[in-house]
């Protein structure tokens, strides 16, 4: 299917990645879209006048060029997530599109010996139907 990597995290919402146990890893990344208003420009965080840098903590997207503004979650759910991976129990490398909705999981923390719940993004191993749960990075 090979899909197309991004050339600079300008044209990203959300980019990671993971490594998993038994040599599996993950790379994700989710692109921009068009204002769905004008359709000129990619929507992105709305910028500080001061400085010129994005506001990473605003709770909505605005596009650059008409100035759209749009619920963070709203736009986030309409985005599809690109993702590259080493499957951990087949070893299978694969590439899968999926809606970027991020579900509460839950799942055993090898670090913490327990299981925990958290938001992530979930998708199947096309070769060995494997689950492989990529979390939202906790501070």
């Known amino acids: 299917m090979a899909l197309r990597e991004p050339k600079s995290m300008d044209e990203c919402v959300y980019y990671t990645k993971r490594v998993f146990a038994n040599d599996g890893k993950a790379v994700v990344w989710v692109f921009k879209e068009k204002c769905t208003k004008c359709g000129k420009a990619l929507m992105g965080k709305p910028r500080d006048p001061k400085t010129g840098k994005a506001k990473i903590r605003a709770k909505e ?3 650059p060029e008409c100035n759209f503004i749009i619920e963070k979650a709203e736009y986030e759910d309409t985005l599809t997530a690109n993702i590259q ?6 070893k299978n490398k694969g590439e899968v599109q999926i809606p970027f909705k ?4 839950h799942f055993f923390d090898e670090i913490k010996k327990k299981k925990v719940s958290a938001d992530a993004l979930v998708f199947n191993c096309e070769k060995c139907d494997e689950k492989i749960i990529i979390t939202k990075k906790m501070k």
């Open 102 to 105: 991020r579900k509460k999981t």
């Open 61 to 63: 997207y605005a596009c």
């Open 85 to 90: 991976y080493v499957c951990p129990k087949c």
